[in-house]
């Protein structure tokens, strides 16, 4: 491998020529300021706040974006540098209403940090010239035009991770300003509100509703976990101040999502309205009267202690952890012998028995035939990663009977019963990609197998730990008949609409473990609360059968606890003490995930 021997600021190093220069100075820990560079971005050169001095080079030269060669000096803060960089910041701040006082991100805006640095503590020129408009359309967050700097980073963003395309710039010189689709408002563009141009913007031009004058970075806690609103598994860095969610961010060390997120799990989970479970509730006569934790557990035994083996039942939902879905394994079906047991939401056929690809397979694929499934709407982030593979050239071919939102950005839309034509197409190319998920049909499983030897299979399971839940063999056919007690682990899941009691003997006594209030609630005999996806603690394997750690960032709420304690409490005054570790579940779920792979 060739290498380039290159000095920065006198020091050495070693490296491989035409890397740019400022990822070089990253990785040696030497600090040279951007504004519209962001790593997870094109490098754009726009900002010229990078700008280096480069020994035989007639004018300084942008970091992020020149590439270096054998034999380069270069000085990242040397007096024509700094005289650079204060010109641009002095131009920027005169450009638009940059007074920090009244921003929402004074004390975290990069701005206002190379504005201290370089000590630019007056305007140079004129400022507040012209006032530009602000768009509160979004739901969820704001466009600030006179706090832009026109970066581009929101733009790149928006074309680059989720690849929807919708910002733009409009206008030109100093009227230029960001703007959505034909210069339409954000709330009524295709934006899709996945929130990754917000999380990129580097000033106070685009900022959360919700979290808005909450306080600054630096007087907040950062807690990475994992999103549990769907089966792809998204890194997340949940942020707190004072014991409250202000707001929830990609994580772009994630190995799944590289700092992607959708609007289920950046935004959804922090304007759910439903009341909370925030204690042990049990039904007295027509109502539901608070009880203790341990007076619950004592009912709740008495009551499985009561009745046979083939009159329990259990229904499960796919948003338990690892931990949870283990011990309800453990408990009802290695010791109690319950075999009545069903989840709460359909799985994926197993149609080969060796099958999973990892979902970074999909930036490879050249054809990509997705068949009855619409990632779009379920799964948001598995389509960022279509619509990724789409922006280098790929062709989308998309099967199924029902609507799917990704159809707009096919080349070639098919019922299922033509999936054949898909199948021949697909076959001619080098690096075809399948994705497929429950709704599959007999006859489309049968057809993908002509892929067998060529394609890649990622299967894009429904509900959130449903691949977990298949290992444990939770995925039984419930049939209410004769069952005298019902265990439902409901936790987050939403299933007002579903009513799973309608078919349930009016005399079997209902335990519903649940983190909200519902209709299933109402119709419990006995309701425990359980912690919600910000409070709970143990892990989730997400549709690649890729186990992951979820940390709680708040305290419960009331009384609740984390689902599998509530279980493991359960076993213990059963007398069915199970002992376990979250590591040694972890062990045993991949050995049973590696014979179904």
């Not at 982030?381 to 159809?407: C, H, M, P, W, Y």
């Not at 449903?466 to 007690?485: E, Y």
């Amino acid at each position: 491998m060739a290498t380039a021997n290159i000095t920065i600021n006198g020091r050495k190093i070693t490296t491989e020529p035409g890397t740019a220069v400022l990822k070089i100075a990253r990785r040696e820990g030497i600090d040279i300021p951007t504004l519209c560079d962001h790593p997870a971005l094109t490098a754009i050169g726009a900002c010229r706040i990078c700008v280096v001095e480069i020994k035989g080079q007639r004018n300084l030269q942008t970091a992020c974006t020149f590439p270096v060669a054998d034999g380069m000096e270069i000085e990242t803060e040397s007096p024509a540098v700094i005289k650079a960089r204060k010109l641009v910041l002095d131009l920027l701040f005169s450009e638009r209403n940059h007074f920090c006082p009244y921003c929402e991100m004074s004390g975290s805006c990069e701005l206002q940090e190379l504005g201290y640095r370089y000590g630019i503590d007056h305007w140079a020129f004129p400022t507040y010239t012209k006032r530009f408009p602000l768009d509160a359309t979004n739901k969820y967050y704001l466009m600030e035009h006179n706090r832009c700097v026109l970066c581009g980073r929101c733009i790149r963003a928006c074309d680059e991770l989720p690849a929807n395309h919708t910002l733009g710039l409009g206008k030109r010189g100093s009227e230029s300003m960001v703007r959505a689709d034909a210069n339409m408002p954000l709330g009524e563009s295709t934006c899709i509100s996945c929130g990754t141009c917000v999380q990129v913007c580097p000033t106070g031009a685009l900022f959360y509703k919700r979290s808005a004058y909450m306080g600054k970075d630096s007087l907040t806690d950062k807690i990475k976990s994992v999103c549990g609103q769907c089966s792809i598994g998204c890194g997340m860095e949940v942020v707190t101040r004072g014991g409250n969610v202000l707001q929830i961010r990609g994580d772009w060390d994630a190995p799944v999502n590289h700092g992607l997120l959708c609007k289920m799990g950046r935004f959804e989970p922090l304007y759910d309205e439903r009341k909370r479970v925030e204690e042990p509730l049990l039904r007295n006569k027509d109502k539901l009267e608070p009880i203790s934790w341990d007076n619950a557990v004592q009912i709740m035994a008495q009551r499985i202690d009561g009745v046979k083996e083939k009159e329990i039942g259990v229904l499960v939902s796919s948003c338990a952890t690892n931990e949870a879905l283990y011990l309800l394994h453990k408990l009802f079906c290695d010791q109690l012998k319950v075999s009545n047991i069903g989840l709460l939401n359909d799985a994926a056929p197993q149609i080969f028995k060796k099958q999973q690809s990892s979902l970074a397979e999909i930036a490879k694929g050249d054809i990509i035939l997705v068949v009855s499934t619409n990632p779009a709407k379920d799964q948001p982030v598995a389509s960022f990663l279509v619509k990724q593979a789409l922006n280098k050239g790929a062709r989308l071919i998309i099967v199924d009977d029902k609507e799917n939102d990704l159809t707009p950005f096919a080349f070639l839309s098919l019922k299922t019963g033509d999936i054949n034509k898909a199948i021949e197409i697909a076959g001619r190319a080098s690096n075809p990609i399948v994705l497929y998920g429950p709704a599959i049909s007999g006859n489309s499983a049968n057809a993908i197998k002509q892929l067998k030897k060529q394609a890649q299979f990622i299967i894009i399971e429904s509900g959130v730990n449903t691949r977990a839940a298949k290992a444990f063999g939770i995925n039984g056919n419930f049939s209410p008949a004769g069952v005298k007690l019902l265990y439902i682990l409901q936790g987050e899941q939403n299933l007002e609409g579903k009513d799973l009691l309608v078919k349930v003997p009016v005399s079997t006594f209902k335990i519903v473990q649940s983190s909200y209030l519902s209709e299933l609630t109402q119709g419990a005999d006995l309701v425990l609360p359980a912690a919600i996806w910000s409070e709970r603690t143990g892990s989730l394997t997400n549709t690649e059968g890729f186990i992951q750690n979820i940390n709680s960032a708040v305290q419960p709420a009331g009384q609740a606890k984390s689902d599998w304690e509530i279980l493991r409490i359960l076993a213990d005054k059963l007398n069915r003490g199970i002992a376990f570790s979250m590591d040694e579940v972890s062990a045993g779920l991949k050995k049973l995930l590696k014979g179904a792979v």
